[in-house]
């Protein structure tokens, strides 16, 4: 990764023993900006570098300066990265020029709505910036975003224990994105990538077909199910959308408490208990096998994802040989008991 030496204010490339350094949350620019934006992100590094030294760091990371964006391999490279760039960082700085300051920059809980008004608080990059861990602004952070502050949390320094965000699952997390925006479509999944632990290449282009190449890449590492638990929105889902993955991340906005696991009740007490069904991604489509229910001129396909403790079901419809396709009502994925004898398998 390349870092700013805030002594010399030079470009120095470190591919290993990186040195402790501050990072500045800033945005993904283009190589083509305008005078005035160049001017105040200029503003910006210089403010990022007094505090950095007063706070006795040497080196600052900013994707303005360290990402040469002429080049498609390296900023693939560096999208790829950049969560764990946050995640590593020794202490992240981000500028919130829409929210007033109060004494000597503290948060206050009277500025809590002015966080949530904040531009920053909106924006698809902003999201892997917030959620890497973090060891302070935890409640601040999850007032405003109504993220749980144990997701963001940062894991000891000298621990290998997974990093506590990856334990969110998948639709909670795509809920997190549902209500934010990119300037360019491909980027409300590119800016996801560090968030589920995945890498794949930018192709800038392919509009969105990018978000459902995300989904695909978090199918062939997770089986959770509650990825397929998207709520058909008429704004954001075209009247002709027949597959069982969402094309927009903003039908995820109402999922944020699907939970792809139970907890039951035995005689050595509470235990989670997960699927142990696999699936994957053919040439035909996705290969799956659930329990289904009649259901108005269709099927419900059950999956192993509840909201509290009741099991959720998505609507098919009629299938053409063993095809089946979603359907747009209901909607929402639909609660539903469970009935011994009542299913039958379908794959």
């Known amino acids: 990764m390349k870092l700013i030496n805030l002594t010399t204010f030079q470009l120095e490339e470190y591919y290993n023993n990186v040195p402790e350094y501050a990072i500045l949350l800033d945005q993904i620019l283009s190589k083509h900006q305008s005078k005035e934006v160049e001017r105040q992100s200029l503003a910006k590094i210089l403010g990022a570098r007094k505090q950095a030294v007063k706070e006795g760091y040497n080196y600052l990371w900013c994707d303005t300066c ?40 503290r948060v206050l809980d009277d500025q809590i709505e002015h966080l949530k008004a904040s531009q920053w608080f909106t924006r698809g990059w902003t999201l892997q910036e917030l959620l890497a861990p973090k060891e302070t602004l935890l409640t601040t952070i999850s007032k405003v975003t109504g993220i749980a502050a144990k997701f963001i949390e940062r894991r000891p320094r000298d621990s290998y224990a997974p990093q506590p965000l990856f334990e969110a699952g998948v639709a909670t997390k795509m809920s997190w994105l549902s209500r934010r925006e990119t300037t360019r479509v491909e980027d409300m999944a590119y800016c996801m990538l560090g968030i589920f632990d995945i890498n794949m290449p930018l192709l800038y282009g392919e509009a969105h077909k990018a978000f459902v190449r995300l989904q695909e890449e978090i199918i062939r590492g997770s089986n959770d199910q509650s990825i397929f638990c998207w709520r058909w929105d008429e704004k954001s889902v075209p009247h002709s959308w027949a597959s069982i993955l969402s094309p927009s991340p903003k039908a995820f906005d109402q999922a944020a408490a699907y939970k792809a696991f139970r907890v039951i009740e035995d005689e050595e007490g509470a235990k989670i208990v997960r699927s142990q069904l696999t699936y994957s991604l053919t040439n035909l489509g996705l290969s799956i096998t659930l329990p289904v229910v009649p259901w108005f001129g269709g099927f419900l396909a059950v999956l192993e994802v509840y909201d509290d403790d009741i099991q959720l079901a998505i609507p098919l419809g ?5 095809t089946y396709t979603r359907m747009q009502f209901p909607p929402s994925p639909v609660p539903i008991g469970w009935c011994t004898g009542m299913f039958v398998s379908a794959r």
């Open 318 to 322: 009629k299938p053409i040989g063993r």
């Open 66 to 105: 360290c990402i040469d964006k002429g080049s498609s391999a390296e900023l693939s490279k560096n999208i790829n990265s950049m969560f764990n760039y946050y995640a590593d960082s020794a202490v992240c700085y981000a500028y919130l020029r829409d929210v007033p300051e109060k004494h000597d920059g």
